[in-house]
């Protein structure tokens, strides 16, 4: 299939991944990266359909899983020109609950770099952002 640019909309999630990112350093183990301990939301129009299940809807990311499974999928990826990891996505997207709806339906892309990426690409909610990755090419991450 090749790469895949989409645009998207920056949105609050519920703040699960700083948790998961901090309580155990088995995700910047396995990804090889020191990973800043939170994520950025990006929500995606889910009109074309082909990014709407990149993972398994249940697979919720805590280290204590990933030992179980014996793995991390995750997938390489773009976001203004830093390279980032997309975690996990849930369709449809949780809905956005600030002063202008992100359009539903939408996939939320749960997305993790060794910066704050917020910070680092001044981003606010709404924000306009580009994520490029490959489908074809996901990665399982073992211990």
């Known amino acids: 299939m090749g790469a895949i640019v989409l645009q998207g909309f920056v949105g609050r999630g519920q ?3 700083s948790a998961w990112l ?5 995700f910047s183990t396995l990804l090889g990266v020191q990973l800043h301990a939170g994520s950025l939301n990006v929500f995606v129009s889910d009109a074309s359909g082909v990014h709407r299940s990149l993972f398994p809807h249940d ?6 899983q990933i030992r179980v499974q014996g793995y991390l999928h995750a ?3 773009k976001l203004a020109g830093h390279d980032a990891f997309i975690l ?3 369709h449809p997207g949780p809905a956005y609950r600030g002063p202008t709806p992100i359009p539903q339906p939408n996939t939320m892309f749960e997305i993790v770099a060794s910066v704050h990426l917020r910070d680092t690409l001044g981003l606010v909610d709404l924000a306009r952002v580009c994520l490029r990755f490959d489908p074809d090419h996901a990665k399982d991450y073992r211990p």
């Open 22 to 26: 901090s309580e155990d350093p088995l």
């Open 88 to 90: 996990r996505t849930e």
């Open 59 to 64: 697979q919720w990311m805590r280290a204590d």
């Open 15 to 17: 703040g699960f991944a």
């Open 75 to 77: 997938r390489a990826c």
